[in-house]
């Protein structure tokens, strides 16, 4: 039950960002520079609170800024991409792109994948391509391009983050790092700049609670779940997300987000499924009778 508990606490998390962020933006009740900048700000606010007590600051090295500026980037796309993207068709644009981009690297760093897990990926990429075609319902492609970018950036720090013994206090460095850069953002678009409290308050919440807490929430619970189970429950955030942003933005639920939200999630749990098949029997076979 604590763990259950702790899994859907974190997949409600992930899912409240996009809800947040869509919300604030679409309403007017912010402009995207200053969401990211609060954002980041709030979340380094609280994952501080968090790490203090126990650690001392983190002193930044040469090869931590990579990371830090892999955070930013998918913050300030994701933000800037929700400007004119749904809820829903973001979270399943970024879900995908990201799960596309650690499984590319997986292949690039020799692990082989059988036909029916090849199948399973360019079934993902069917999904994402028809998403994304020309038509009356298709996304702004800006947005969609822009939500790409953010994937990658976000599967490229979730590798990069791998190598992290502490991953709450690596969390805490990366936010810390990431300020000056959301700082530096907001003075470049400072003549855009538009604030109410009620953004404000969206930003915090989003940086706060539903990333920084939501990243410790997710770390204790992530030790606790199998590889499959950790890759499988992230399947049901792009609907978590297309439920909220049905029930509380108001937004249509197209023939295309359904169908393409069946073939890149149904392709990547062919390829997740597929993965821990494999290792499970290259485990079986190191065990010694």
Sequence with gaps: MITFALTAAAMLAFAGNSILCRWAL???LMDAASFTTVRILSGA???ALIVLPRHSVPVPRRHDWLP???LFCFMACFSFAYLTLS???GALILFGVVQITMISQAVR???TLTTVAWTGFGVALLGLAWLVSPGATAPDPTGALLMAGAGIAWGIYALLSQRDANPILGTARNFL???PM???LSLALFGRMNWTWDGITLAVASGGI???LGYVVWYAAAPRLSTIQGASVQLIVPIIVAALGLLLLSEAVTERLMLACALVLGGVGIVTAQRAARAARSDNRKTPA
């Design 26 to 28: 679409d309403y007017g």
């Design 45 to 47: 606010a609280v994952l």
């Design 68 to 70: 830090a500026a892999m």
């Design 87 to 89: 809820a829903a068709t």
């Design 109 to 111: 760093s020799g692990e």
């Design 177 to 179: 790092l990431a300020m």
């Design 182 to 184: 959301a700082l530096i």
């Design 210 to 212: 539903t990333s920084g």
